[in-house]
């Protein structure tokens, strides 16, 4: 199984601040196909994820230019600048290139 | 509006049987593979199975191969997940969600316990 190494576990922001999420896999996220299968969830507090990126860099529908991800093979980061008070919650990365499909642990976004 | 409304959960004694449901709508269902997705309380995302848009072709984790079943009605926009030989560690909440990833439904309650 591929195994999502994310760091760090919490993450303290004041708001308006810029905050980074590393996720790294244990194999190749390169798809035979080509693509790289690797998304960015947050979930808020006793809701359900949401999608925030895919496939390394593209922004869901919706989702602010504040939010951006960049990386390629096993090493991806997300970065957030200009920290609202709704992004607050737990980031996931996830990976859908094979099965089965692995999250990494999380990451919580919490105000200092 | 594209939406996933999962149904079926609740208490169940090991070794029991469970039925989940994932109604979809504002999309063509048909079109697209789903998933099943739980979060055990307090704890990440696990994956626990996929099916293709056709049905034809299944994946699921090894914890509950054997055990659970996903299937799809295209007709009826509607998704399932069989689990049987229920265990304690099952207990979660599960989520259908859409192949990409980009919608997901409010999830459901599953507890397994005596």
């Known amino acids: 199984d591929v195994l999502m190494t994310q760091t760090p576990v919490s993450l303290p922001v004041s708001l308006g601040g810029q905050v980074s999420i590393s996720c790294r896999s244990s194999?190749?996220?390169?798809?035979?196909?080509?693509?790289?299968?690797l998304s960015w969830y947050i979930q808020k507090p006793s809701q359900s994820p949401q999608l925030l990126i895919y496939?390394?860099?593209n922004r869901f529908s919706g989702i602010s230019d504040r939010f951006s991800g960049s990386g390629s093979g096993t090493d991806f980061t997300l970065k957030i600048s200009r920290v609202e008070p709704d992004d607050l919650g737990v980031y996931y990365c996830g990976q859908g290139t094979q099965y089965p499909y692995t999250f990494g642990a999380g990451t919580k976004l919490e105000l200092k | 509006e594209v939406q996933l409304v999962e149904s079926g959960g609740g208490l169940v004694q090991p070794g029991r049987s469970l039925k989940l449901s994932c109604a979809a709508s504002g999309f063509t269902f048909s079109n697209y593979g789903m998933h099943w997705i739980r979060q055990a309380p307090t704890k990440g995302l696990e994956w626990v199975a996929s099916i293709s848009p056709s049905g034809g072709s299944t994946y699921y984790r090894d914890s509950v191969k054997g055990r659970f079943t996903i299937s799809r009605d295209n007709a009826k926009s509607t998704l399932y997940l069989q689990m049987d030989s229920l265990r304690s560690e099952d207990t979660a909440t599960y989520y259908c969600?859409?192949?990409?990833?980009?919608?997901w439904g409010q999830g459901v309650m599953v507890t397994v316990s005596s």
């Open positions: 496939k390394v860099s």
């Open positions: 969600a859409t192949e990409v990833g980009d919608y």
């Open positions: 194999q190749s996220l390169v798809h035979n196909n080509g693509n790289t299968y």
